[in-house]
């Protein structure tokens, strides 16, 4: 086998390591680099700020005792109602633990509903979150404590005061703001109204039952679970399993930053304002239970004198236009790396502005996609005309390639020697068909990160069956498309488009010029289905762009053989009549 043959396997081989396994490699090989907080493992003495365990209540149960509609219907409730967000806050303990969001649905379907965050505390998948006190010698509210309100709903524009006294003077407030996307600002306030000072510290807590559906999603590539920010700096090296084995889970104290657990698609995070020191921490707690929180630094309180201190509670879906918004003006620092883009990003950002422009002006993600494929097809125009140019070449000297190689079949090496001297000498380049392929594995990759972690993308359709761009075409010849009442397993659902895709790309290959080497051969023979297969998980928007860019390139392919063919025979007949 010689060099270029060589060259040429690789090539393909590479090209589908990309493809396929780029994110599993970099995660691996070049993990994401830990922010400069200070991080304590179990054991370890709590850094001054420090929320310790007592200080902020053990995480919820994971067992549900309740169905959810008992547990809402158990407690007095402030509703809240904005353009984004649909629920209610438990007078009980002052928890936040009834969300649902307005614009997205938990499904694809007549029988959708508004997608839920977060979910009382005894219910199926409770999810909640809740601000408080600790304190020496004075009697703080707790999770049974009832506050009243001043007013029966919380919109955007319309704070509402939340308070609870206790029996020696002192006041407890929540102040609670809301805007029109997923931001809760909640100001915390005591008034000593007692006769002697106390000592009081705020913390802030988020509690879920279990790790969530997203748990064992595609982790080598997207992170999902713990997550905060810390001086500044994304710490990502948080996860689950972390907390299933640090005995007294993670801490960490920084300034000017925030703390949650990411999804998929939402995202619930504290972010106390101001450069105070923060303590925070997460951890396991009972049964499957996780528990995020932080402690601010203690105050105490003369007679007569007040305190406060704010935080922001980002509740909702990972919006690009609200995390932009948010982190522009300062409220949520780096709140836009809770969507993990990867190293990458400073591409798929670009590509992913470009598809919400798109879908703006067509009103349809399908055709937007198909609009991208357009697009970086028009922009890689020049390259592969020069390397068409090549190719055709190469196809007008298969008849000297061929004599060759049947002069010298039993000379191997010599074959092969020739056969470069004939590259050398008519300026062929035999892994110029490898180089569109290559071009486009950046914009591949790009769109397959967007398609899996822009909740934009989620439950978008397309046309006739693709309901959902962002899961596997659903429609398989498998199962007679549907007549038959079972759904093929993994590799097998084969859908529509991933078999447009093999097809697509055999006819493309076809079009190329045939190798010389029977190894090559049957590489480019199998690579078609063998992706075929390998494509049929993935989400169908992917796919559409790869056999939207497949028949774009065939008739590109027949456009440039057919120009350079003919200026091949003009030069040929030119030289004839100079003869």
Known sequence: MNND?????????????????????????????????????????????????????????????????????????????????????????????????????????????????????????????????????????????????????LVPGKPITLSWTNPTGQRFELIVAVDDGYLFTVKQRVVNQGGGPVAVRPFGLLSRANSGPDANFDGWTHHVGPMGVFDGAAEYGVNYDTLDEEQGGKRFTGNNGWLGFTDKYWLT???????????????????????????????????????????????????????????????????????????????????????????????????????????????????????????????????????????HKDDRTKMQTELLELYKREKINPAAGCLPIFLQIPVFYALYKVLTVTVEMRHQPWELWIKDLSAPDPLTPINLFGLLNFDPPGLLHLGVLPILLGVTMWLQFRLNPAPMDDIQKQIFSIMPWVLMFAMAPFAAGLQLYWVVSNILGIAQQKYLYSKYDAEKIAARAGLAAKT
């Open 5 to 153: 043959t060589r060259n040429m396997i690789l090539a393909i081989a590479l090209s589908a390591l990309v493809l396929l396994g780029w994110g599993f490699l970099s995660e691996r090989f070049m993990p994401t680099p830990k922010p400069a907080a200070t991080a304590q493992k179990s054991g370890m003495p709590a850094a001054p700020g420090t929320a310790p365990a007592a200080a902020t209540a053990a995480p919820t149960s994971a067992a549900p005792t309740m169905t959810r509609a008992q547990a809402l219907r158990g407690v007095p409730r402030v509703k809240v109602t904005t353009p984004s967000l649909d629920g209610s806050i438990s007078l009980k303990g002052a928890t936040f633990d009834d969300l649902r969001m307005v614009r997205h649905t938990d499904r694809v379907g007549n029988n959708a509903q508004p997608a839920r965050l977060l979910s009382p505390a005894g219910a199926p998948g409770a999810y909640f979150a809740r601000f408080g006190w600790t304190g020496q010698g004075v009697a703080v509210p707790d999770a049974n404590s009832v506050w009243t309100t001043s007013a029966p709903t």
């Open 269 to 407: 995070a504290l972010a106390p304002a101001g450069d105070a020191p923060l303590g925070a921490s997460f951890r396991r707690g009972q049964g499957t239970s996780y528990q995020a929180d932080y402690a601010l630094e203690p105050k105490i309180l003369a007679p007569g004198q007040a305190s406060e201190n704010t935080t922001r509670l980002f509740a909702g879906a990972k919006e690009k236009k609200w995390l932009d918004a948010y982190e522009a003006d300062g409220t949520l620092p780096v709140i836009s790396d809770s969507i993990d883009w990867g190293y990458f990003e400073w591409f798929m950002r670009p590509i992913f502005s470009l598809l919400i422009w798109l879908f703006n002006t067509i009103g349809n993600f399908g055709w937007a996609i198909i609009a991208l494929t357009f697009i970086v097809r028009l922009l890689m125009y020049p390259i592969f005309d020069r390397q068409f140019r090549s190719m055709a070449a190469m196809r007008a000297m298969q008849p000297k390639m061929k004599e060759i190689q049947e002069r």
